[in-house]
């Protein structure tokens, strides 16, 4: 046998004995950290970079773009499977508040989410575990805010619309203009 035909069989060998890891149904989180990025020219952090670990033990998260139908469509409760709140620190308590942009179509303002959908991480028709980290970019500058410091406080949501556990981040101190 080759040295090629030996590693080969070897590895083989180490593959068919690992023993894949068990999860519970239910998808759970936990804070993996917060990335400012801050932008060059006005030297604000207008974006940061969210991670959270995940686990899965019949890995069913994640949404095709044509999830639309009962009970994801686009105005339910489950159109999103990556939920984030975000708060602002208002004199030492964080308080939820909601983002506004204006719309020049409808002249009005529009209440902005940092919702999210987890693409499928696995076929829908297989079923094992599953372990990651999701990063999730997001415009975080909000030029109404009194506050320099946030907070977001996130939970996932799988096909069978098991939910997560809810995690908070840390306090985020941003780097506002002067």
Not at 41 to 66: A, F, N, V
Not at 111 to 134: D, M, S
Not at 141 to 169: G, M
Request: negative net charge; glycine residues 6%.
């Amino acid at each position: 046998m080759t040295k090629i035909g030996i590693i080969f069989v070897l590895l083989l060998l180490s593959l068919s004995c690992r023993k894949l890891e068990e999860y519970p149904i239910e998808p759970a989180i936990s804070y993996n950290g917060f990335e400012l990025l801050i932008n060059e020219e006005t030297g604000i952090s207008e974006k940061g970079i969210l991670y959270i670990s995940y686990t899965d033990g019949d890995g069913d998260l994640g949404l095709d773009q044509g999830d639309t139908s009962s009970p994801y469509q686009p105005d339910g409760q489950y159109y999103y499977n990556f939920f984030i709140t975000y708060y602002e620190c208002e004199h030492g308590v964080f308080t939820e508040v909601p983002l506004l942009s204006w719309n020049n179509i409808t002249q009005q303002y529009d209440t902005l989410t940092f919702n999210a959908r987890i693409p499928v991480l696995l076929p829908k028709e297989k079923q094992q575990g599953i372990k990651g980290i999701i990063q999730n970019e997001m415009f975080i500058y909000n030029p109404l805010a009194k506050s320099d410091t946030i907070q977001f406080k996130v939970k996932i949501v799988d096909r069978a619309l098991h939910f997560s556990n809810e995690i908070t981040t840390p306090p985020i101190v941003l780097v506002k203009p002067r």
